[in-house]
């Protein structure tokens, strides 16, 4: 079990370029979750899908963000004309939806506006 | 919305002593994890305990959720338990809502 994957690593845009971060969830796992991690604001709920449908977006600056979950396998959170103000760790966590199910994150893409 | 505040903002031990952390929370939470954040590395989930107290290794957790707030006690501390701690309820639509954490730094 390779755990959450996120790709890229690392991602550099200039301000006004899009980028597109990758999650590849836990096999088996029904719920597919995006945060954002910055020092001032700490971690911040983006996104939630469940079997592939999203459920709450209510954390998505809803102008120039957007996710998608087309298959079981992977996830993707896609910000357009990138602003310095998106720089931070984008991070995606799965789990199981049951009791006491536990979120796995994955190591996040650190991505960085100029 | 729901609001986690954790205690104390950073702590720091000599190696051997216990800690204690402590997360409060404004709504009732269904479901609450205790995650492990190391410097510049991922978050891993410590455990889950949404009542009564939980024990893992060294690591215990009491959650009280009439009173919404819940513990993690760490004993006999070791450098490498040092990092950041959060604390992350929900109340029932998955949408886990974190603390600021708690800083622990463990000195030999």
């Known amino acids: 079990n390779a755990g959450v994957i996120q790709t890229p690593r690392h991602k550099v845009t200039g301000k006004g370029q899009e980028a597109t971060l990758w999650c590849e969830p836990i096999s088996g796992h029904s719920a597919v979750f995006w945060y954002r991690q910055t020092i001032v604001q700490g971690l911040e709920f983006l996104t939630y899908?469940?079997?592939?449908?999203?459920?709450?977006d209510s954390g998505m600056p809803k102008e120039r963000f957007s996710a998608q979950m087309p298959n079981q396998s992977h996830s993707t959170l896609k910000i357009q004309s990138t602003q310095p103000q998106d720089s931070a760790v984008y991070l995606c966590?799965?789990?199981?939806?049951?009791?006491?199910?536990?979120?796995?994150f994955g190591h996040g893409t650190k991505l960085s506006v100029l | 919305g729901q609001q986690v505040q954790q205690s104390p903002a950073s702590l720091v031990l000599q190696e051997g002593e216990n800690a204690e952390l402590q997360c409060n929370f404004s709504s009732t939470a269904t479901q609450l994890q205790w995650f492990y954040q190391s410097p510049g590395g991922s978050l891993v989930s410590l455990l889950s305990n949404p009542s009564g107290t939980k024990h893992t290794g060294r690591l215990t957790s009491t959650t009280v959720t009439k009173e919404r707030r819940s513990s993690l006690h760490i004993s006999s501390s070791q450098t490498t338990d040092s990092g950041t701690y959060l604390c992350?309820?929900?109340?029932?639509?998955?949408?886990?809502?974190f603390g600021a954490g708690t800083r622990l730094k463990v000195i030999a």
């Open positions: 992350a309820p929900h109340t029932g639509n998955y949408k886990y809502v």
């Open positions: 899908f469940r079997n592939q449908a999203p459920i709450d």
């Open positions: 966590a799965s789990s199981l939806v049951q009791n006491n199910e536990r979120l796995f």
